[in-house]
């Protein structure tokens, strides 16, 4: 397996005597995308402002190349940051910012390439002041991608989009992941979006990890569904196939625990017996982790 691009240490932070991070420790890998996930105070922000250098750890190293970083400008040479929404000159255009900014970290990339490909192209000219919550995310992206790091961090960068831009934006970081083998780690309180996009999660707990994994991994386990069907079925042939209990009538819903090859072999039988659910609902994989610790 190859070795992380950059990894974290058994990382310590305090805020006055609130311990905010305690002992955390990952990889990122190229061609993975991280998700990591846990409540408000977690302490999902500070992990990412650690990694850009806006907070100095009480303890711990951060190594790149499995080399000990001893000057955060080590890992902005290989990184871009997207956290707490990038904010931008409001009186300067998309282009002029990001010309301003090219300019400051002595980057060499084409402007309207970058503005092409997070689909500004069109907006390059106007003033950023006039832009909507969607486009400054996707100018956000932008930015975070001068000097073509290897490492991406991306903090909540879906927050406030309509599902078009969102799926837009899911859609760029998952091929900078895939097509440019690129290390990304990623922060949501969307969780559905999260299990879409990501390879692997982080989930914390009071400033620890609680969990981690594999996302595909754990879809071997056993999740809830639930059946919808429009006319009351035979609740003896579901009990047969999938061992359950009724949960609301007119439609019927039909609750039951299988895994995501359980869940296919189940619906072909109920078909097999003319049983055709008109709706199947999963739980979020993610969600479920994450209501193990709320």
Same mark, same amino acid.
């Given at each position: 397996?190859?070795?992380?691009?950059?990894?974290?240490?058994?990382?310590?932070?305090? &805020?006055?005597?609130? %311990?905010?991070?305690?002992?955390?420790?990952?990889? =990122? &890998?190229?061609?993975?995308?991280?998700?990591?996930?846990?409540?408000?105070?977690?302490?999902?922000?500070?992990?990412?402002?650690?990694?850009?250098?806006?907070?100095?750890?009480?303890?711990?190293?951060?190594?790149?190349?499995?080399?000990?970083?001893?000057?955060? #400008?080590? $890992?902005?040479? !290989? #990184?871009?940051?997207?956290?707490?929404?990038?904010?931008?000159?409001?009186?300067?255009?998309?282009?002029?910012?990001?010309? %301003?900014?090219?300019?400051?970290?002595?980057?060499?990339?084409?402007?309207?390439?970058? %503005?092409?490909?997070?689909? /500004?192209?069109?907006?390059?000219?106007? @003033?950023?002041?006039?832009?909507?919550?969607?486009?400054?995310?996707?100018?956000?992206?932008?930015?975070?991608? =001068?000097?073509?790091?290897?490492?991406?961090?991306?903090?909540?960068?879906?927050?406030?989009?309509?599902? *078009?831009?969102?799926?837009?934006?899911?859609?760029?970081?998952?091929?900078?992941?895939?097509?440019?083998?690129?290390?990304?780690?990623?922060?949501?309180?969307?969780?559905?979006?999260?299990?879409?996009?990501?390879?692997?999660?982080? %989930?914390?707990?009071?400033?620890?990890?609680?969990?981690?994994?594999?996302?595909?991994?754990? @879809?071997?386990?056993?999740?809830? $569904?639930?059946?919808?069907? *429009? @006319?009351?079925?035979?609740?003896?042939?579901?009990?047969?196939?999938?061992?359950?209990?009724?949960?609301?009538?007119?439609?019927?819903?039909?609750?039951?625990? =299988?895994?995501?090859? +359980?869940?296919? !072999?189940?619906?072909?039988?109920?078909?097999? &017996?003319? =049983?055709?659910?008109?709706? $199947?609902?999963?739980?979020?994989? /993610?969600?479920?982790? &994450?209501? +193990?610790?709320?």
């Amino acid at each position: 397996m190859v070795g992380a691009v950059i990894e974290l240490r058994n990382l310590f932070l305090t &805020y006055g005597k609130q %311990l905010i991070v305690d002992d955390v420790s990952f990889g =990122l &890998y190229p061609g993975k995308i991280v998700a990591l996930i846990g409540p408000n105070g977690a302490g999902k922000s500070s992990v990412m402002r650690m990694m850009a250098g806006l907070v100095k750890p009480d303890s711990g190293e951060i190594l790149l190349h499995n080399r000990q970083v001893s000057n955060i #400008a080590e $890992i902005h040479s !290989e #990184a871009g940051f997207f956290i707490e929404g990038p904010d931008f000159y409001k009186n300067l255009t998309a282009r002029q910012n990001l010309m %301003l900014l090219k300019t400051v970290r002595n980057a060499s990339e084409d402007i309207d390439e970058l %503005l092409h490909r997070v689909g /500004l192209t069109n907006a390059a000219g106007k @003033k950023v002041g006039k832009y909507s919550r969607g486009m400054k995310q996707r100018l956000g992206v932008a930015q975070a991608l =001068l000097r073509n790091p290897s490492i991406l961090v991306f903090d909540e960068p879906f927050n406030g989009l309509d599902p *078009e831009v969102k799926q837009y934006l899911m859609e760029i970081i998952r091929k900078l992941a895939k097509d440019e083998n690129k290390s990304i780690l990623v922060s949501s309180h969307i969780l559905s979006d999260l299990e879409q996009l990501a390879d692997d999660f982080i %989930l914390l707990r009071n400033g620890r990890v609680f969990l981690n994994g594999n996302i595909a991994g754990f @879809k071997t386990e056993r999740q809830k $569904i639930t059946f919808g069907f *429009e @006319k009351r079925p035979d609740e003896k042939i579901l009990g047969q196939v999938a061992l359950g209990k009724f949960t609301g009538t007119d439609p019927w819903y039909w609750e039951t625990s =299988l895994t995501t090859a +359980e869940t296919t !072999e189940a619906v072909k039988e109920l078909v097999g &017996y003319g =049983l055709i659910p008109f709706e $199947i609902q999963r739980a979020d994989l /993610l969600n479920a982790k &994450y209501m +193990e610790i709320v």
